[in-house]
């Protein structure tokens, strides 16, 4: 089974900022894919970056960047220049392919960013 | 394109009615979901479908049901609503479940009384 951890519930971060967002996951695969979803307050589930195990070169996003530590199940966002369009709630999500791949989320972290 | 719809947006129920949360999309994806979202607790998986004609369950099925007759429409029913069934749900579609991106409706928030 897939689990996925985001211990932070809450994070807050000045505009023009970088800010972390930490996740762990656990899988005995090795073939998976992992992203970070944006929910702002319309509710609106928007995908903010996508990661595919087997690179090891991090994904780029204009502002939006991953730290992918396969060895160490560890998957961060590093959000830089924070903007108040920023502030949201962020999942964690975790893909295993297979005849039964089921997409696991993190139980999220909200993002305020103070102007 | 209109990507993944649903309707109704909001919806309130007694407790014993049923109702049918309605998700279609026109991307002509195969693979199509269904979460629930409740405070705290992420978005968790309550039924799953790889193509018209195949349907599997998720994490949460109790008390849902869904069918996939067509590639576009993905209805999710619940069959006799509780309250522990209030939530936000929200429907998504995908190319693939092999870690393609999931593309996702605009949720329905239900409350059951």
């Known amino acids: 089974a897939q689990t996925v951890t985001q211990s932070q519930p809450e994070m807050s971060v000045q505009e023009a900022e970088t800010v972390t967002l930490s996740c762990t996951y656990d899988t005995s695969e090795s073939d998976y894919y992992l992203f970070w979803y944006k929910q702002p307050p319309s509710r609106q589930m928007i995908l903010v970056i996508r990661q595919e195990a087997y690179k090891q070169q991090n994904a780029t996003e204009n502002r939006f960047s991953v730290n992918f530590q396969k060895a160490a199940k560890s998957f961060s966002l590093k959000i830089s220049d924070s903007q108040l369009g920023d502030a949201a709630m962020y999942f964690c999500?975790?893909?295993?392919?297979?005849?039964?791949?089921?997409?696991?989320f993190g139980k999220g972290i909200t993002l305020s960013v103070r102007p | 394109n209109a990507g993944v719809t649903q309707t109704p947006k909001f919806q309130v129920l007694k407790t014993g009615q049923s109702m049918t949360l309605q998700c279609a999309q026109d991307?002509?994806?195969?693979?199509m979901s269904w979460y629930r979202q409740d405070p705290g607790m992420g978005l968790r998986l309550i039924h799953y479908s790889v193509g018209a004609g195949i349907t599997d369950q998720g994490e949460v099925p109790n008390g849902y049901n869904v069918s996939r007759s067509t590639t576009e429409d993905f209805p999710l029913r619940l069959l006799s609503a509780a309250p522990s069934q209030t939530s936000v749900y929200f429907c998504a579609s995908s190319y693939s479940n092999q870690g393609n991106e999931q593309f996702f409706g605009p949720g329905t928030r239900l409350t059951v009384l």
């Open positions: 991307m002509n994806h195969e693979y």
């Open positions: 999500a975790l893909d295993v392919p297979g005849a039964n791949s089921k997409l696991t």
